[in-house]
């Protein structure tokens, strides 16, 4: 079985510049989220998909941040203008309708100079 | 509010060293809890859990009991290999919603 696919695997990119990250979950899975890892924290959730819809943004910062899940299936992530505070790695995790057991992709870690 | 506490690294211990680190946590409803780990240059993997108070989850020689009374699932091996070596992450998650993860602790484990 798959695992969960993420891409790009680093990314750095300038202040006020857009920048967009990729998930394809693990296959069958409805539930799709998205965390944010700053170094030396754990993991905080930006957004929670069930299908093509969202469970949970309230932690998304909404004048820079959006994320769309159209077909119920992959998932883009973006920030635009990324600050420096933006600097981290991007997960995403992917768990059936049945077992609540996440499964995490490797990450996206992004730089911002 | 949900939230979890961790046990603050580094940790250094020399091989076959007995390994524990803390966590508690706060929930609102009953948790499931879990240990993730994160090898230099990998992912999360989630290294064992528990769904309900008295369970143990165990795998790969660590394990860690779902204590409701002190509110804790501290995580525990005997003899910790250099291969143990990266950071370890507490969890909580209440029904299908997302984890709540504490801050990490990093092991370090020498030869």
Known sequence: ?????????????????????????????????????ILGQGPKLLIQFQNNGVVDDSQLP?????????????????????????????????????????????????TVT | GNSVTQMEGPVTLSEEAFLTINCTYTATGYPSLFWYVQYPGEGLQLLLKATKADDKGSNKGFEATYRKETTSFHLEKGSVQVSDSAVYFCALQTGANNLFFGTGTRLTVIP
Do not use: M
């Not at chain 1, 990119?13 to 990729?22: G, P, Y």
């Open chain 1, 62 to 110: 909404k004048d820079r941040f959006s994320a769309e899940r159209l077909k119920g299936v992959d998932s883009t992530l973006k920030i635009q203008p990324a600050k420096l505070e933006d600097s981290a790695v991007y997960l995403c995790a992917s768990s059936s309708l049945n077992l609540y057991e996440q499964y995490f992709g490797p990450g996206t870690r992004l």
């Open chain 1, 1 to 37: 079985e798959a695992g969960v696919a993420q891409s790009p695997r680093y990314k750095i990119i300038e202040k006020r510049q857009s920048v967009a990250f990729w998930c394809n979950p693990i296959s069958g899975h409805a539930t799709l989220y998205w965390y944010q890892q």
